[in-house]
């Protein structure tokens, strides 16, 4: 009786291993990434990558995962049935963020410390170009029709604006100090760009190239200069925007018809990164000093679950394919 | 020795010179090269170099000039101790690789040239040179002996010029810039002393042994570290100079048990010796097992090679890969006074950029101007002390192998700016001498 039920519940725990929903979350400082039962809440796997892995995507079919493992000098592809590395793209050096193109053969990495941007083939493996951009890139962008892509250099402070079919750089916008994370709005007509150290979020009209709005934040008893704006996500469906503040240790809601600030949810210490889950009904962040992620649901604000991961947790994406 | 040079062979060395001057000789392996090029650079030191760079004819060009008093080397010091050639130089090298990235998509650049000699008088004649008459910042490393005079120079010869103080942490130098544009980008000896008050506040640490040397930095930073003292109320249980008898590579396991032997106890040793005479010597020997801060142990500085947060790391890397050596505080200076300048010029209009003469004012307005900041790896944005012209920015504390924490501490407030809970806000000015 005893072992039947140590094997039930081991096949429990194996059939709960691979049951979908799961958060994968990468741990810069500890190598490896953290897998989350998105019904349990649970670390379920902790797997072993390259060298300080922080960027992390799904493929469109979510069967493939690019993680960038910038100590390495490359972005691994792991093969997520069995959770093995299965090849290599040529990234060059300090591969930090990447962006799939929607074709889902094309993506781009930012080299940090080369001032580049590498645009990879993913079929052929091969480096297709690459274009000078400005001091140590950042967030990368790709808008939904896959004309345009953005890349923002932290140390220029420009959001430069790259023609995907011809990979020539057409146009370069200035932007706050030290801009970090770029998003398409769902109708491509405006990019949000965060810029941590000017403590702002930019929305600029992707016909012009010109801002349209700045959003800053004011948070009672949070002293201005740990406002650090980084992650930012926007709803499919409901004009909403999320805005990881960092060492503010909170997330701002932002209505995106109106660009007032609804909401600031608290979560864990130095709130990184951000993904929602499929029906963007929970949003997780990457929380870098408490070594956390928050699960919040989106229509209440309310973190649900705290879930301990590794060390210095970065990226994070939520798989459900 | 005499180096018998064509005028392209001295092209050659001197953009070796620039490169290996620049870059410590780091890249060069051979020994006997090394030795052969340190003396002729030593011989070009004493006159200039001009950065090697593609300067384009088309697009706005700000020149800046970096100048260095050459200081007299203080018998005994330890090799490992000494100031690097390119002390400061090789940070601004890199801020200018860093802006014309930038300049490119903003049509303006950054040129540098570079020139030091052992007096004002030679700094003097060498600025007559046509060639130096377009700098538009100054980038200056001067002792506090020669710095009056030097300003008073560069008033005369480079009205215009913005000059950023990138090497000297005194004091007294703050109050020279009522008036003049005259910015700080190193921090100043106040501001280090009271983010070592802010750690030992924070870690309970009262009673105090202060140390120092005879180099007039060694004052100033003492100075300083009694109004600290006063300000987060810390006893100074003894004040003692080191006299300078005996080499401490042998002695000081038995020498500096008596030097810092003291009736009533104490918690901790601060130490002021700019030209590393003897504190280094002081860790682990002292008469009482206390920690040791300011110049030795706990330092407290502007820039640490172990800091590595907020994007710090990429910087590190850049400099390391280029230097093969560590970025230190005064590097980090004049990498902090090119980046604000490029981040001043960014906000002019291109009319402002270009106007011949008026390059240097609209950069001292728009970096004076009430809401500048800059963006320097500090985890926050860094703006001007409008009455001191000092650059506000956090102080890193930090032991040869880890960062220890930023100042300001947690829980140390000011109305304005936390930053202005490190050093003097306000200042009385100084006459110029001109």
Redesign the interface.
């Known amino acids: 009786m005893k072992f039947r039920l140590v094997s039930l519940l081991c096949s429990l725990a194996s059939f709960t291993a691979f049951a979908l929903p799961q958060a994968y979350v990468t741990n810069e400082k500890d190598n490896t990434i953290s897998i989350i039962d998105m019904q349990s809440f649970d670390v379920v796997d902790t797997i072993d990558v390259g060298e300080r892995p922080r960027g992390f995507i799904l493929s469109a079919d979510q069967r493939h995962a690019y993680i960038c493992a910038s100590d390495a000098d490359r972005i691994q592809i792991m093969d997520l049935s069995n959770h093995t590395i299965v090849g290599d793209l040529p990234s060059g050096a300090d591969p930090e963020t990447i962006a799939l193109h929607p074709n889902g053969t094309t993506i781009y990495t930012a080299n940090e410390d080369d001032a580049l941007l590498t645009v990879i083939d993913i079929p052929s493996g091969e480096v297709i170009s690459q274009i000078d951009v400005g001091v140590e890139p950042e967030g990368l962008a790709v808008s939904h029709d896959g004309k345009m892509m953005v890349v923002t250099s932290e140390t220029t402070n420009m959001v430069h604006w790259i023609d995907t079919q011809t990979h020539e750089n057409v146009a370069n916008s200035l932007v706050d100090a030290r801009p970090r994370d770029a998003h398409f709005t769902m109708d491509d007509k405006y990019l949000w760009v965060s810029s941590e150290i000017g403590g702002t979020v930019s929305i600029f009209d992707t016909q012009t190239k010109q801002k349209v709005h700045t959003l800053s934040f004011e948070i009672k008893g949070v002293y201005r200069d740990k406002v650090q704006p980084v992650g930012i996500v926007l709803m499919k469906d409901s004009p909403y925007a999320f805005v990881a503040l960092g060492p503010a240790n909170r997330i701002a809601v932002i209505n995106t018809e109106t660009f007032k600030i609804e909401d600031y949810i608290l979560v864990g210490r130095r709130v990184w990164q951000l993904a929602f889950n499929e029906d963007q009904s929970l949003l997780l962040s990457t929380n870098g000093v408490s070594g956390d992620v928050s699960i919040i649901n989106t229509t209440s604000h309310k973190v649900e679950h705290t879930v301990k991961v590794g060390r210095y947790p970065w990226g994070v994406a939520v798989k459900w394919k | 020795m005499t180096v018998h040079c064509s005028s392209t062979l001295l092209r050659a060395i001197n953009f070796v010179c620039l490169k290996s001057a620049v870059a410590s000789l780091g890249g060069v392996k051979h020994g006997l090269m090394k030795t052969l090029l340190l003396s002729t650079c030593t011989l070009l030191a004493l006159s200039t170099y001009t950065y090697a760079q593609e300067i384009r004819s088309d697009i706005d060009t700000i020149s800046i000039l970096h100048i260095q008093l050459l200081q007299p080397s203080t018998p005994g010091t330890p090799s490992y101790l000494k100031r690097p050639v390119n002390n400061g130089v090789a940070g601004a090298a890199i801020a200018i690789e860093?802006a014309n990235?930038?300049g490119?998509?903003?049509s303006y650049q950054l040129s540098m040239q570079s020139l030091s000699a052992p007096t004002i008088t030679e700094i003097k004649t060498q600025l007559n040179e046509p060639n130096y008459h377009n700098a538009n910042a100054i980038l200056l490393d001067a002792p506090s002996s020669d710095f009056q005079a030097a300003i008073s120079v560069l008033q005369q010869r480079l009205p215009e010029a913005v000059i950023f103080n990138i090497a000297n942490s005194d004091d007294a130098l703050r109050t020279l810039s009522c008036g003049i544009p005259l910015v700080h980008s190193i921090p100043s000896y106040q501001m280090k002393a009271d983010a070592l008050a802010q750690w030992f506040r924070v870690k309970r640490i009262k009673e105090i042994l202060a140390l120092h040397g005879k180099h007039h930095n060694d004052m100033a930073f003492l100075s300083a570290f009694k109004q600290s003292a006063k300000k987060f109320k810390l006893e100074l249980v003894d004040v003692k100079q080191w006299s300078d008898s005996f080499d401490l590579r042998r002695a000081a396991f038995s020498e500096i048990p008596q030097f810092t032997r003291t009736k009533t106890r104490y918690d901790a040793v601060f130490t002021a010796d700019f030209d590393a005479q003897f504190a280094y010597a002081l860790p682990f020997n002292t008469y009482y097992q206390v920690p040791v801060v300011g110049d030795a142990g706990l330092k407290s500085l502007g820039w640490h090679a172990t800091h590595e947060q907020?994007?710090a790391r990429?910087l590190q890397?850049?400099f390391t890969e280029t230097f093969n050596r560590p970025m230190n505080e005064v590097d980090f200076a004049a990498y902090l006074s090119v980046i604000s300048a490029a981040t001043a010029i960014?906000q002019m209009t291109s009319d402002a950029r270009t106007s011949d003469t008026k390059v240097g004012q609209s950069l001292a307005l728009t970096l004076l101007n009430d809401g500048f900041?800059?963006?320097a790896y500090r985890?926050?944005?860094l703006s001007i002390r409008p009455s001191t012209k000092q650059i506000r920015q956090p102080i890193t504390l930090a032991h040869e192998d880890a960062l220890v924490t930023h100042a300001p501490l947690e829980g140390f407030l000011h109305q304005n700016d936390?930053l202005d809970t490190l050093g003097n806000i306000n200042t009385t000015c100084a006459k110029h001498n001109n």
């Open positions: 860093d990235i930038t490119k998509f903003l907020w994007g990429q890397n850049r960014q900041t800059v963006a985890g926050r944005p936390e």
